[in-house]
Structures are given as C-alpha cells and as structure tokens.
C-alpha cells in the first residue's frame, strides 16, 4: 500500500543512500535538554495512531510515541528498514505455515499514564484498528482470523481466535486465515502502536493517545501546533527499537509557510521545517547554509497518471508519445535542479526493492532516462491519429503540481493535442481524481511508500480490484485493469512467502511490463531535502521514520 | 353657480413614516384631514396656507397625482378618486399642474422641445408636422423664442423655465391647472410678469386653476375665491375680497394682519400676534387644531372639532367663534 | 468725523472665472449711522449678501478679488490682520444668515454654541457663559430657554432657530448686526414675530442692523434707511418713507410696482419689468438697467452716477436734475391704459 | 426602543440565515466536497465510504444536514472539523479571535491617526501643491493590491534589508500572543499593521477631505467665521465633528468587516493565524463545519458592526437621533 | 463661496457661438477640461494599446511562446549562449535559477519558472486582467442597473424580496464570497440553463467579481430611483398621463445611467484588484491564461532570487488602478459631482 501525500509536494533528489550533506563534525558531542523547534505549513488531521495515514508526517512522531510489537531500526540508512523486537521482548516465533506468530510481551514497560503495557492492551490495541475503522483494516488486517467479521460490523469486533493472550507466559499468538510474507511489516508502522485498553473506541481526533516512547504529546491544536515532552515513564529497553531522546521538549508549529519557515531557520528561530524549501530559495541556502542541508533518497515516485479509459489516453500510442515527449530533466528543474531528484520512467521508485533500471522511453533506451525523443513521440502520435483532442490536465494547487501541470500542458500541445490546464484545491485533487464520473484525463501526484515491499506500489495502483468506477476510493487513478498482469502479482505475492529474492525478480518484471503499457508518465524519484538549523546536530535520516526525532540534539 | 368642475369631499391622505423594516414601523401622518372643495369653472381658486398646513398635497392629491386615503374626488362629473394610473392617463389632458420649483420639475436630459412636444405626442393629438406648429404657437403664447425649443433646461432662468413649464402644462389644453407655489421660487420683477401671463392665459384659454401659494398678495391678485388651510384642514373659503378683508376665521386674520405692507401709506390694522409654531401633523391638537394659537380660543375649541358652516354667500368657515 | 458707524467706499468683488474676472459688486459705496436699520434690496443675483460677505471678510475663494474700503469706527477692514479681524467678527459685527436650519452646525446644541461665542470673545467660564446663553435665549423669547439650551438646532422649529441664531449673534452685545435674509425661510406669521424682535433688539441695545432682503414688505416694515441693488451696483439710496414714496429710479418704482398690493383695488395687471436682471458676467454697456427700462433714452448706454434729489441718491440719468416728472407722466398713462 | 432592538435582532437572524444558506448550498455544489472520502480517511474501500456517509447523516436530505450542523454549531457548540477530526469549531475560531483583532486593532490605530491627519491636513493646504501630493499618495494607497504590498514588505523586511539596521529587528513571521512577549507581539505585528492600514489610510484621507472640503461650504462654517472663531476651531469643533461622524461610520463598517476576516489577504500574505486565513484554509480544505463557523462570525461582526454603527451614528448625530 | 457657480447657468440666448449642449456633452467637455483626468485616460489607452500588442511582442520581439514552457532552451545574449533556465552551480548546487532581466528585446523583464518571458507574459496577463476588469464591471453595472431600478422603481413586494437579497450578500463579506465561489466554479464550471462555462475560462471570473459586487452598485442606485421616482419631473411626466415605461426610459434611466458611468472607472479598479486578488490564490484566472495577479501568484516563487516578475506585475496594477481612480475622480466631477462613492474595499 502506499500513500499519497497531498499536503506538501517535497523537493527531494536522491544523492547516495542515507547520505547527509551537512557534515556532523567528530568532536560534536551530545547534548541533553532544550526544544526542538519544527514547524509545518499546516497539520494533517487526528494524531490517532490507529487511523492517521500520514506516512511521511505524522509517523515520524507516532514512532518516538509509540512502539508496535516490532518496529523498524532506529538507524540510518538501509538498517532502517529492518524490523527489530520492540515491546515484543524478542522476535516472533513463526509456525511453519506461515499462519501463527507468537511474541513475548516485555514486562515492565509503562505507559505515559503511568500503567503498564499489558497483554490486553495488545489484543484492545488490535480490535481497536477495526473498531476506528484504520484504513487498511480491510486490507492489512483482516488477514487475522475473525477480521473480515470485524470489518463487517466494527463496532462488535472481536478477534478472541485471532489475537490469542496467554497470561501464563506472557505470549500473544496471532493466527492468520493465510500466510502473508508483510505481516510483519504491518506490525511495525504506527497502526501497530500499542495503546491501553481502555482508549476510546472512535477516533482519538485532537486528543494524545497514551505514550510507551520517550515523548508524549501534551497539546494539539491543529490551526496552531503540537506540543511533546519528554514521557516520565519511559526506560530504555532496546536502544535499536526506542532509544532515549535528547531534546527535552519538541514544539511543532503549524501554519508557518516554507518560505517562511527557510527564513526563520536561517535566522535561528526554527529548528527544522517539514515542507521542503521553496524552489526559489534553494540557490541562496545551497551557498549560504550549505552545511545546514541533509538530502535523502525517498521512497517515492512523481507520476502523471492517465486515465487509461477515456480519449486519448485509451490509446497506448498516445500514452506512450507522451512518455516520450516529456523532458524528465525539465520536470527535475521545475523541482530544483538536479541533485533534488533522479529522472525515472518506470513506477517503482530508484533503490527501492525491485527497482532495476528501465527507461525505454528515452533518446537511447536503456536503463536510464538521458532525453527526450520528440521524433518518437510525434510519430506515436501520428499513428494514433488522436492529434488535436482535448485533454485537460488536472492538477492540485500545491506545491510544485501545478507547475508540473503547465509544464504537460505544453509538452501536450507541443504533440498536436489540445490541452488546458485545470488546478484544483489539493486538499480534494486527490479524492477528486480517483473518482471515474469526474473523468480526469490526467492527473500528477507523488506515490509513497507504506514499507519497503513493491507490493505496496504496483498492485494497490494497477491491479483491477484497486478499481472502484464511480468511487471516491479508488487508488488505481488510471483505470488500469490487466488480468495477466494481475495474475502475476498474485504470485508474486505468494513467492515472497517462500522465496524472497525469486518474488523480487517477478516484481521487477512486472514493474517493467506496467511500464511498456504507460498508464503513467513516471518523471522521477523525489528525494528528501531537510534544511535545519545550525544547531541541529547529529541529523539521521532512517526510511521508514525520516529523521529520528529523538536522536537529534541542539547545541 | 355652476356646478363645480372638481369637487373634493372628505378627502384625506396620510404618509407613512419609514419602511416596513425601519425603526418604529409604518406610523403615519396624517397631512389632509376630510377637506371639501369646490372648484368652479372659470374661477381661479387660491389656496394659501403656512408651510406644512397640507396645501401642496391637497393639490397632488386632487390630481391623483397621489391617493387620498379616502373620499371622493370628482371631476368634470367623474369620480376619479377610484381610477387607475392607466385608466387616469387619459384624462390627464385636461387636468394639469405647474410647479414650484422650475429647476426640479423639468427633466435635465431633454430639449425643450421634447419635454413640450411629449405630452402631445403620448396623447396622440397630432401629428408630427402639427405638433411643430404647435410648439411654435405654445412658446409664442408664454413668450418664449422659437429656438429656445432646440435647447436643455440648464440654459435657462428661473423665470424662462417657469414659462417652459407652463407651456408644457397647457400643451395639451387643459381645463384644469393646479399652480403648486408656481412664482414663489421667482423674483418680484419676474413673478409679476408669470402672474400676468397664468392670467392672460386663463381669459384666452378658459382655463381653470387651483392656484397654491404662501404669499396673501400674490394670491389675492389672481384669485377669484380663496381658501385658507390650517394644518391640514380648510378653515376658511370665501370670495377673496371676502377673505382678504373681512378674514371670519382667526387664523386668517392672523395670517393676514402678518403680511408686511410695502406701501408706506397704507395705515395698517393692528396685528393679531399668534403664540408658537404650527404644532407638528404627528401629534395634532384636539378639537379646534388652532386652538392652541389662536388669541380668542376657549375650553370649546379644544373639546369640539369646529365644522365648516357657511356664513353667507358661498362663504364657509371652520370656527365656533368666527370674527364678525 | 460724522456719526456713521460704517463707511464703505467702492467696494468691487470680482471673481476670477475661465471667462475672465466676473464683478459681482461694482464699486458700492454706503454709509451706515450707529442705530440705524439699513436695509439692502435687491433681486437675487443683485450683490446683495456677497456685500454683507466682504463687509466681514467672509468671501474666501481664493479666486476672489477685492478691492475698496471698508471703515469700521475708522479701522479699514480689508487693511486688518486675520488675527484682528476675527476678534471683531461677532464680537463687533455680528451676523445672521437666511437658513438657521444649516447656519448652524447639526451637531452642536445652540446653547453650546451660544456659549462657545461668549467664551472665544469674552473669556468667561463655562458656567458663566451658560447662564449668558440661557438669558439670551429667553430674551429672543424662546419658551422655556433651559431646555431650549440643550435642544439640537433641528430640534427646533424655523422660528424658533432663527431666535436662536439671532441670541448668538447679539451675545456680544455687537456694534453692527448684519442681517441676510433672516426671514426668507420663514413663514409670515413667524416672520412678522422675527421683524418684531429686530426692532426691539435695536431699541434696546442700539445696534446699526444691516437687513439684507429681496422683501419690499419687510423694508418698510423695519428700515430706516433703504438701498436699492441692481446688477452689482447700489442704484438708490434713501430714507424708507422718501425712497418708497417717491421712487427716483425706474427699477425701484417697477420693483414696488409689481408687488401685487394687499390693500386696495386690484389692478387688472400687474405693471412689471420685462425681461430678467443680467447676470454679472453679461452685463449691457452703461446702465445695467438699461435693456429692461421704459424710459432708457440715449444717455443711458454710459454708466449713471449716483445723482442726488432731495435727500435721496439714485443712479439713473432721469434722476440728474433731482426732478421725477416723468414719474408721474407714466403714472399716468398707467392708469389711463 | 425595544421594539427597534427586537426589530434589529429579526433582521441581524435574517441576514445570517440567508448568508448561512448561501453558504451551505455553496458547499454541497462543489465536486469533490463529500467530505466522506476524508473523514473515511485515505484509500478507504467503498464500503467504508458507505458506512461513514451514513453515520453522519450525509445520505440525509439537504435541509435535514443543514439543521444538524446549525444545531450543532449554535445549540450544542460541539461542531467538529471534517477535516482535522475532534477539533471543535467553536473554540477554533475563539482561539483565531484574538489575533484578527491584535492585527485590526493596531492597523485601525494606524490607519484613523495617520487618515485623520492626512486629511485634515490636505483640507488646510487645498488647492495647493501639498494637498495634490498628499491626495496623490493616498490614492497609490488605495490602488495597491494589499497582498502585492505584502509580499514586496515581506521581500524587503525579511530579505533585502533585513540584515541592515533599519529592519534587523523584525522577526520572522507568524504570531506571537501578546501575553507570551509584548514585545515580540509588537514587533511581528508592525508590518502588517502598516500594510493593511495603507490601503484605509489612503481612503481616509480621501473620504474625509472630500467631506471636509464639502463642510467647508456650508453655512455654518460660514456662521463660525462670523462669530470670530480661529480657523483651527473651526476645522476642529465643527468642520471635523460633523464630518468624524460619517468617518466613523465607515469606520465602523471596514472594522467589523476586518475582524470578521476581511483581511485574510494580508493574514495569508503574513501568516498570521486570524479569522480569514482559518476562513481561507477551511475553504480550501471544504471543510465545511468550519467554513459554516467561519461565515457565521464575519457574518455576525459585519451585522453588528452595521447595527453599531446605526447607533453611534445615532448617538453622534443628533439628526438621526430623533429621526427615528 | 459658490457665487461663481451663477455664471454657469448662463440663460440661453445671450452665447452665440455655442450650439446647445446637451447634458451628456456639457459633461463630456467639463471631463475634457479636467487635464489629470485625460492625461490618465491617454495612459490608460496607451496601456491597452501596448497589451493588445502582446501577441506582436511575443512574435517579432521577444521570439518567444509566453504560454509554452521553456525549460531547456537558450538564447544569445551579445553573442554568447546563455541557458533560459540555470541551474545553480555554487555551493550545492541547489535550485535553478531563471534568467534575469537582460535589457534586450528576448526576455527583456527575465523569465519566469517556466522559462518563459515575463515580459510577453505580462502583456498578455494584461490583457486579461483589462478583459475581465472590463467586462466583469459591464456586467455588475448592468445587473446592478437592472436590479436597483426595478427594486426602486415597482416598489413593493419586489423591492423588499431584492433588497433583502442585497442585504444577505452585502453582509457576506466580499473576498469570502469571491473565493467561496471561486472554489466551487473553478471545479466545476458553471451552468447556466443551456449554457456551460468551462472552469477555465475568463467568464468565470468575469462573473464572480461581476455578481459579488452588484449590491454595492445597485444599493445607491435603488435609492436614487426611489429619490427619482419622487422628484417633481417625474411627477411631472405622471401628470401629463406618461405611460410608466416611458417615464422609465425618458426620466428615470438616463440618470441610472449617469450613475452607472460615474461607477465605471472605480468599478473597474475594484475589479482589477479583485481578479488579482483572486489569482493570486490561484482562483481567479486559470492557467495557462495569464493576468497580472496570476503573474504576482507565478513571481511569489522566485521573489527572492527574480523579485522583477512579482514586482512587475504589480506595478502594472498600481499604474492601471491609479489611473482608473484619476479617471473615476473626474467622471465623478464631470458628470455628478454630488455623488458620494467609496473606492476601494479590502
């Protein structure tokens, strides 16, 4: 599964992996205490664990709140997709079908509120995902036995066979309907926090659920901020799973624009801003605070979606013709330039698992991209013989989308076709385009990862059940339905259970064969640029929770 | 006499204070209270009264220019007072008014020419050919130049615009003329030629008027009877030799014993002095309504309203206590 | 040095138009005797208040122009300071104006405004001024002064706020009272109480009033002294009973002619004065009078001097050799008509 | 008196009623605005989709949702954000208050001394090269795009000059409470401050001059000279009184309009957490609780800022006073 | 003093040389005397002479598409090639950087994030903004008109239905309104029986700015109709039996229509301020269509290294609307000098 963020279009441009531009020195030594100033331009919605989906936004601070039985390493680089024990006190025993997963629940860990994390707790936490409706209840979840009966009538949930609680040795098992290779990974994002037994069963909204992380959130104001402190009842147990933080106090202000916010960092009022800085003032932060710049590959793609149902692009030479059209290095320097992002044709993000190299829509095809082709382009849109439609290009208000969009825009009339641009408010661009009956033609978004498996890419956006025509939800925005296709994700999928590395290749070949198709035009893998203040040491950017707030200290 | 050209019979008309959603509601003053009159053919009729006694809206009113609250005006032998805007238009032709203020009662925008010519061509009276023919005779009888007809009202003098609008009141040749205040706005030297012109035009015309003024002289010139109002009411009519020198009504001796002479060897009548203002229409005296001016008045006048009660040749007046 | 109060020699008022200077007042010239009731008539347009406007150096368009003398107890006015002119304003000369409703400022009460009078001239205290004020009033004989003190000045009838507005102007207790119109607005029975209160102010305080007026009715009511305007320029002057009686200048006689008469037989037609007064910027050559005269004759096309006759001063050739024959010669032929 | 209040009070609901209707159909009219795929959260099935619309109540007819989200808003006070879940509207908005009004309240100081005084000023030199220049300046005021104005103060303060003396001292943007430092409340404040009250201190200027000069004409400036008055008195006591009435009139109007978030450019331009930019976020999220809030609040200030001002207008100006 | 003013009023007869004036010339002309205000309406056309240009400035001059995206393109600049869209080399590397103003006829004001002429841009973004402040003021004058005169003119039911109405979105605080609207239409479009307008275009905007103002309009029109329909030559033409429709047309409209044109040029101010107000939050003018406040809204993301294209634009705002306010000031003067009109709203 994978997540669209359609709050903050990010400047970002992969570098080498976990590379950090701003040099931490040696000699920096740690340092205790003081606010951590962060500030965005505005929040996203409830802080419930349970059901905020904000991948890039909210989790990084659910995991310095909460633990999951496992999580990921708290580490940079690649260590941080691996998966250690949290408040499971070692890793799980796993039967030989794959069905059952037993943990060992680690005594003595306290929430903020003073209780400690039972076994209770861990099977509440688990009818509670069901209970508040967690967006992947019904397609993450319900892999527990009795959880497709919970997704029919939530409010009775209970998984009594699934989550099973052996107060006798402190075990919980999960049994599983069928073996499922990701499981584990389902538990270790923040939809796996455990929270107390007696949290409310709705949405939490603005108010913090219980803390077992070194932090606790003690005020949410969505127009305004948050504001965490350190949780007194915390005691390190797994350095590699929670480590202690540094800062005392984080204060997170919402509603500070990124020009803003570049402005206040660089004048020492801010710590570090979520939104990446505005385009325009990269030039005057690359020469002035270059050493205040971290820049991080991103699990992302940046795609225009065509909407493979409707004229033109129902015709695979228009889709195509336009792969080849569009100038990927232009869309990188609409995005700031070349060291922000990596030119890439096919869907699964540069370095992500199953990403091999595949650009056949490039003046020389090959593994990379290195050029437009309008010759190509001109004669697939001959052949189609669609010259002269109407295409209009739908994109958000935010962010570098509607410069993208102007950009198509011209690249579409430069091919014959006769294209407007419509900008729509972000905040429904997304709703808005999955929707078949507002036949968007086409559309761009930034597609992010949920956790490093290609699964959660290419069949939630190409398979036909990611298909809803007429719904609002509906996550394959091109209409993209290719039964053989499906047919080998499905064994992709079960490959992965038994042979890994063999279920990686089937990705990749599927990866590339979407790709021949062109229901989109990839343009390129984001990466992340962080501008932080000078006082902001010892910066570690994992993938799964960005930077690792607890592990930063101020000077 | 004859009978009357216009008869008024218990006419009144009230004005509404504010909108429906103002402050304090539709209250209403009431300006005419149950006035008659008779109008004759022929005569001249001069209506004086101070500002704010009711005599502009009497005149409105008779030409259901406004509508009167109730009562019956008839004209020409026709009850008028139910009709309709469109059913009156035809009879507009016959019944006409001059009004006080030249400069507001004649529309900037148009030529001279146009603001004359209109009434005859909406009455459908003549031809394009005649009507030109006509408004050359027109501007002859108010004494205006021919090619004054090309030009806009702006151009004009107070006492040209007067004839301009006189010309267009008697365009259509009407029986009837309501000259609301129609030389008050004007200088002496020039209101002495309008008012021989309003009376050269009545010996030429036959022409009927209802002639609405403040100034006694001005009126007892060109009247042949007067009327007196008195907030509201008519409290006098007679003769104007009648009126202006054997006033029955206080108010009128008052009135008339005000009126500055400017002839020096005129040894004046001693003045009778009134005390106070005109009391306001939203909170009208009981009884008499000049009771609380008049010098003679007594715990009757309070008490009862006095009715209009003739006192000898076509003579009405509105007192208990009428002056000899 | 004789006993007039105020001495004004060729007073001009011309404004500059985009058709050149405009006169509005052309060299008036009249006197004014301490206690007197001048009274200045004239059509509108005739010059009349823009007179009583420079007399108190109230004409501020920067476009005008004036020009002549004005000596006030032998202080030429137009020679003073601003500073010391305004010390004489209302203090000295005092004036009220045709309209109480917008002579006075809305948003004051008339007794602060009375008030606010006395304390700029005589710099008394607030208390002092107030009980001044309420005298005052209830000397114009406003009923029940107290509260008319505190009444806003729409909150009073035209009478009443012109009673008001002449409290003001006397509070000063000044030399000269000039009065522009002050009953125009008014109703006659309201006015005949007003002219009442005029001549019982002079009486009593023995102010020179200046009574400026269109109304040969008021005229002879109240003036001692009369001046006709015409055009800009004062074509008579003389004592009311000589100047109404025997009229020495065709306009003055035309004028009171076509006053329909209150008493008497009415005539058939009113004798009038054809045509309408020139405006200041186009006025004949010579006499201004001239196009509208029955009697103008070749003289007239240069401009007549004032003439004396009698004790009377008119500005008309016919009145040269102090004689009115050709009065009475078209007298008669009027009635013979 | 109290049936005016009552009257006031109808159409004050009125006004609100209509605007809160207008709104709400505004709303549903928008694609895309069924606020289930939000509230149902990211890649919800359809069936959840289903399931959220029914719970809260959007499968209901239109007049039915209106109901619950006005009951909700006005009686129960519990209405929460579609968007950001469990925040409560209510408060929202109260904790956006004090900002709006830190920003009004300082520009308005601004604008009324430095309009007043331009004003005044060009009256005193009219005609001449002083109040040319003035006027001229004020009416680059009003012709200036105030988020333009904005975005150019926030490039010089922040950026071009912000490392010189003459605006090191500005901090950068966003609001701070008074009560947390005065002194940064200030000086966060001074620049959008200045930038909204440029645009009202040019309209002052002209509004008021064009009033003054218009008092200048009128009779009772004329009667002040006569009494001997200095012209500063009169400018002061009678020329600006009357003319403060109709200044503070529009006063009235632009700062009730301004607190209910009329300056939501210059709040967005600044980052100021006020009334319009919580309006403008909430319009741009379709939330509609809190864009029903929003509206609801400017609506409520511009109606009583209209109500006010009825009544010190009729406090300040006696005419009106007793007109009523 | 007023004294002068007699002098105007000259009587008729006595001027040989001058023909009779109508109304509207004697206010034509006291407008032709007002030098300000012709020099501002020279300007104004001189302004709208060069946005009509735009199309041969981009042609013949700047060579470029001002609506394509020029993102690796080149230019000579005294004979050396000089890329349209820089990126940065200094430090790391971060950004690019479109070229600046180069004072030569190809991208004489720089370029935009795009890479495209700002120059061009402006001259077609000025174009717009004139198009829409034009006609969305002809048509907030006409609903307005229409509006205020029937609701001062039948009176009655209709009178207290249309000026409540008014009062409902006079109290709806303006940009709320723009912007609600905005965000609804731009989404959607806007149909209107048969008719569709499309989310991006120029009639949208044109519509909204044109409708949310008409209270504004016709609230002063109303009243003058009420006060008109009681004047003395009103009922005048009543007592000479005028049919209503001709006292409508002959006594009532002209001065609808004196009013009307009195509001025009502070109308438009109003609206070119709106539109750019509206674009600015990107809900006004939809690309690739261009205005002025979408060139601010295009500029905002390069203030800081090209601060030329938002400032420019601006400037251009401030010079149209200035002007548009000298003209209004002697419109007003010219044609009723009595009227009392506020400019500007936040």
Redesign the interface.
Known sequence: MLHHNIFRATAMALLLTSATVGIARAEDKPKIGGTLRLAAASAAGTIDPHISYETGFYWPIFYVLNDGLVTFRKAAGQPSNDIVPDLASEMPKISSDGKTYTFKLRKGVKFSNGQEVTLRDVVATFERLFKVGNPNSNLWYNVIKGGDKCVESPATCSLAEGVVANEADGTVTFNLTQPDAEFLYKLAVPFGSILPADTQASDLGTTPSAATGPYMITSYDPQRGMELKRNPEFKVWNEDAQPDGYVDEIKYSFGVQPADAVTAIQNDQLDWMWDSPPADRLKEISTKSAGQIHINPSFATYAAEMNTNIAPFNNKDVRQALNFAVNRRAAINIFGGPRLAEANCQILPVDFPGHKGYCPYSKNPGEKWAGPDMEKARALMERSGQTGQKVTVTVGDAGFDSRIGTYLVSVLNDLGLHATLKVISSNIQWTYAQNSKNNVQITVNTLWQDYPAPSTFLPVLFSCGAFHPGSDASPNISGYCNKSIDAKMEQAMKAALTDPAASIEKWSAIDHEITDDAPWVSLYSPNLLYFVSKRLKNFTYSHQARMIFSKVWLD | MSTPLLRATDVSKSFPIGGYFQKGGRRKVRILNDVSLDVYEGETLGLVGESGSGKSTLGRTLLRLYDADSGKIEFDNLDISAKNRRELRPLRSKMQMIFQDPYSSLNPRRRIGDLIADPIRIHGQASERDIQVRLRELMDMVGLSHSFLTRYPHEFSGGQRQRIGIARAIALKPKFIVADEAVSALDVSVQAQVINLLMDLQDELGLTYLFIAHDLSVVRQISTRTAVMYLGGIVEIGTTDDVMHKPAHPYTAALISSVPSHDSTVSKSPRIKLQGDLPSPLTPPSGCRFHTRCPFATAKCAAEVPLPRDVGSGRMVACHFPIN | MSDNILEIRDLTVAFRTEQGPVEILQGVSFDVKAGEIVSVVGESGSGKSVTSLAIMRLITDPNAMISGTIRYKGRNLPGLSAREMRKLRGREIAMIFQDPMTALTPVHTIGWQIAEQLRIHFGVGAKAARTRSVELLGKMGIPDPERAYGCFPHQLSGGMRQRAMIAMAISCDPAILIADEPTTALDVTVQAQILDLLQDLRREYGSSIILITHDMGVVSTIADRVLVMYSGRIIENGAKSDLLDKPQHPYTLGLMRSIPPMTGERPHRLPSISGSPPLPGNRPEGCSFRPRCEFSFSKCNAAPPLFRCNEQFAACFLAENGSHQWQRNSAQERTGE | ML??VV??AF?MV???F??SV??FL??F??????P???I??????????A??RASFGFDRPLYVQYGRLMQRLFIARDL??F?????KVVP?VL??TPVTLSLVFGAAVIWLTAGIGLGIVATIFR?TVIDKGLMLLA??G????????G??M??IT??RF?DTWLFSWV????YTSFFESPSLWFKTLVVPWFT?SV??I??YA??LRASLSEN?????V?????????ES?IML??AL??SL?TLLS?FGL?FG??V???????E?VF?L?GIG?????A????DLPF?MA??MY??FF??LA?ALVDVAHAW????VR?A? | MTIVSNTSAAPAGKDKRNKPKGPWRTALSRLLRDKLAVASFLFLASIILSTASATYYADHISQTDPFQSNLDGHIEISGEPAEIMAADSEGLGLGVTPIGPTWTGQYLLGADAQGRDVAARLLYGGQNSLIVAFSSTALCLLLAGVVGTVSGFLGGIVDTILSRLLDIIWAFPIYLLAISLSIVLISKGLQIGPFHIPSNSLLLPITIIGVVYVPYVARPIRGQVLTLAKSDFVLASVCLGMPTARILVRDILPNVVTTLIVFAPIMMSLSILTESSLSFLSIGVQPPAASWGTIIQDGQGLLYTRPLVAIAPGLAIIITVLCLNFLGDGVKEAFDPKAKLRVGKD
Request: aromatic fraction near 6%.
């Open positions: 049936l005016a009257r006031r159409d009125f006004v609100m209509g605007i207008i709104a505004i709303f009219a928008t694609p895309g605005s069924d289930s795929a939000r149902a959260g990211r890649n919800a099935t359809p069936e959840m989709l399931q959220v929460t954000s968007v950001n879940r469990g925040q929202a904790q956006a005609g009416l680059c009003v012709s200036m795009p105030v988020f333009w104005f975005s150019v926030n490039l922040q950026s912000h901090p950068g943007l966003g909204l645009l009202f040019g309209l002209r509004v200048y004409q009128e009779d009772y004329r009667t002040a000279r006569a009494k001997g008055l200095s008195r006591r009678h009184r009357t009435i529009m632009d309009a301004l209910g978030g009329g300056a939501i450019l210059t967005v980052n957490p930019r919580l309006t403008y976020q319009l741009q999220n379709l864009i929003t509206v400017s609506t511009v109606v209209n300040l100006d006696p005419r007793d009523r």
